[in-house]
C-alpha cells in the first residue's frame, strides 16, 4: 500500500508539472526525493505571503529557493539561500536562471567547516559568517523580521547536523524578531536540536514559542520574539 500511494503521488506530480510546462514553456522542479515535499512549499508560499519578512534565509538550496524566488517577484524581501554540495548548487542555480530568478535570490556555495557550540561540541557547518554578516549590514534590524528555513546539511554530515544554525544566525542579528522552520521533525535528531535550542533561550530569557506543523515529513516554527 505504502509503494502505491508512492506512486501515486508521483503520478499526479508529473501530471502537475506536464501542466506547468505546457502552460509555461518551463520545466518545474521535483518535489520528492531530496527536495521538500509539496505540503511544506504550499505553507512557504502562504506564510510569506501572509508576513512581512525583511529577510529569508536557507540553510541548504533546492526546491525552496525557486518558489521563495518566485514569492519574491511579487513581494519586497532579501533572499538568501548556502548550499555545501556543488552539483545542488549549479542546479539551483541553473533552475534560477531558466526561469529569470537568479536576481531574487544571493545564492552562496559555502564549504562546511568547523563549528564549536556551547557544548564544545564540533561541527561541521555552512561557512556563512561573511554573508551573514553583509546582510545584517543592510538592515536596520530594530523591527526587523527574518525567516530562516533550515533544510541542511543532510544528517549523513553527523549528528545534530542542523543545531548550529540558530547561533550563526542570531550572532548576526541581535535586534531582529526571528522564525526558525526546521524540516524533517518527524526524525529524532531534529527534535533534540529543538529542545537544546530551546534550553539555550530560556537560559538567555529570551520570548520564544513553538509550533509542530504536521506535514509529509513534518517541520517545526520556533519563533524567537526580541
Known amino acids: 500500500m505504502t509503494a502505491q500511494i508512492g506512486n501515486a503521488v508521483k503520478q499526479i506530480e508529473a501530471y502537475v508539472g506536464i501542466q ?36 529569508v534565509i536557507e540553510f541548504g538550496s533546492g526546491v525552496s529557493t525557486w518558489l521563495i524566488a518566485h514569492v519574491g517577484k511579487n513581494k519586497p524581501f532579501k533572499h538568501l539561500a548556502f548550499d555545501h554540495l556543488p552539483e545542488f548548487f549549479e542546479k539551483t542555480k541553473q533552475q534560477l536562471s531558466e526561469d529569470g530568478l537568479q536576481s531574487f535570490v544571493d545564492l552562496r556555495l559555502t564549504p562546511l567547516v568547523p563549528f564549536v557550540g556551547e557544548d564544545q561540541t564540533t561541527y561541521p557547518y555552512y561557512d556563512c559568517n561573511a554573508a551573514l ?33 540558530m547561533a550563526h544566525v542570531l550572532s548576526h542579528f541581535q535586534l531582529a524578531d526571528v522564525d526558525f522552520l526546521m524540516d524533517d521533525y518527524i526524525r529524532l535528531d531534529e527534535q533534540e536540536i529543538l529542545h537544546r535550542w530551546v534550553t539555550e533561550l530560556d537560559k538567555k530569557s529570551i520570548k520564544h514559542k513553538k509550533e509542530i506543523i504536521r506535514m509529509e515529513k513534518d517541520v517545526v516554527l520556533l519563533s524567537l520574539s526580541k
Open 133 to 165: 554578516a553583509e546582510h545584517a549590514q543592510l538592515l536596520n534590524q530594530a523591527g526587523k523580521r527574518l525567516l530562516v528555513l533550515i533544510d541542511g546539511p543532510p544528517a549523513s554530515t553527523g549528528r545534530h547536523a542542523r543545531y548550529p544554525a
Open 20 to 55: 506547468h510546462y505546457l502552460s509555461t514553456g518551463r520545466v518545474m522542479p521535483a518535489f520528492h526525493g531530496w527536495p521538500i515535499s509539496p505540503d511544506l512549499g504550499h505553507y512557504l508560499i502562504r506564510r510569506i505571503e501572509s508576513q512581512s519578512y525583511d529577510l
